[in-house]
């Protein structure tokens, strides 16, 4: 049902080399959607590009970009304009989780890199494409959250700050973008398993952690997020401006 919807439609996903940007990426491919990946590596951006592409036969393109640089962001999102000549769906899913400690002991420079990155980032990426999609009267927003924006974990204020501002912001967003027929929604994904994370869930307390926080006992794969961001790509006007939560039921114990 996707395909038939989608197929042809210009996607822009921030962080989409790796991790849920990467997924995000992999299923617009598979419906038949021309994908930009944006992230400060150009060289893992074209690598994946590069793949897609051939695997796929869809017009890609890499860009090098900082989401946390407001020229960077706007060249970057003029540059996707210019080459592809319109931007149909966007995917915030650049992000860091920064250094782990009490709040007490968190110094500026280190709350910064978390903020400045997973919620300005966002922020930034959404205004300048905001623009864009205003102007066609038309356009999906996808950002994603946590579950941490939702829940409180300890010594990890800058992201769990920075996820609860996004989930927020996207709703504030929706209310705007509205009348512009611009969907605005958000993911709020619980624990995957990738790249980023796989040596830690490898570990003894890694397993004794998803035995006993996450009711479904397993790391969510990350295909399991691919029918979401179609479904959201493809939104009827009337979703927006809220949340999916896919997390194994891990928020609601």
Same mark, same amino acid.
């Given at each position: 049902?996707?395909?038939?919807d ?11 080399y790796r991790? &849920?940007?990467e997924? %995000?990426?992999?299923?617009?491919a598979?419906a038949? /959607?021309?994908?930009a *990946? =944006?992230?400060?590596?150009?060289n893992l ?5 590069d ?12 860009l090098?970009?900082?989401v946390?640089d ?17 931007i ?5 899913a650049a992000?860091?989780?920064?250094v ?6 968190l110094?500026e ?9 997973d919620?300005?980032?966002?922020f930034?990426?959404?205004?300048e494409t905001?623009?864009?999609? &205003?102007?066609?009267n %038309?356009?999906?927003?996808i950002?994603?959250a946590? /579950?941490?924006?939702? *829940? =409180?974990?300890?010594y ?15 709703k504030?967003?929706a ?7 611009i969907?605005v929604n958000v993911i ?7 790249d ?7 570990t003894?307390?890694?397993?004794q952690y ?13 295909e399991e997020?691919?029918?979401?961001f179609?479904?959201l790509?493809?939104?009827p006007?009337f979703?927006?401006?809220t949340?999916?939560?896919i997390?194994g039921?891990q928020?609601?114990?």
């Amino acid at each position: 049902m996707y395909q038939s919807d989608l197929k042809g439609k210009i996607a822009l996903v921030s962080g989409g080399y790796r991790g &849920i940007g990467e997924t %995000a990426c992999s299923a617009f491919a598979k419906a038949g /959607i021309n994908v930009a *990946i =944006a992230a400060r590596n150009y060289n893992l951006c074209k690598q994946k590009t590069d793949s897609l592409k051939s695997d796929y036969g869809i017009e890609t393109l890499a860009l090098q970009m900082d989401v946390s640089d407001t020229e960077s962001v706007k060249n970057g999102v003029n540059k996707v304009k210019e080459t592809l000549g319109r931007i149909d769906i966007l995917v915030n899913a650049a992000g860091i989780s920064g250094v782990q400690k009490p709040a007490v002991e968190l110094i500026e420079s280190e709350f910064d890199e978390v903020f400045n990155v997973d919620f300005k980032g966002t922020f930034f990426v959404c205004k300048e494409t905001a623009k864009l999609m &205003i102007a066609q009267n %038309a356009g999906k927003i996808i950002n994603i959250a946590s /579950i941490l924006g939702k *829940i =409180a974990t300890p010594y990890m204020t800058g992201y769990c700050a920075s996820k609860a501002a996004v989930i927020h912001f996207s709703k504030v967003l929706a209310l705007e973008l509205i009348k512009h027929n611009i969907q605005v929604n958000v993911i709020c994904p619980g624990y995957f398993l990738t790249d980023i994370n796989k040596a830690f869930f490898e570990t003894q307390k890694g397993k004794q952690y998803i035995n006993e926080r996450i009711p479904i006992k397993r790391l969510g794969n990350v295909e399991e997020l691919e029918s979401t961001f179609l479904y959201l790509a493809a939104a009827p006007a009337f979703l927006t401006g809220t949340e999916i939560i896919i997390d194994g039921a891990q928020t609601i114990i």
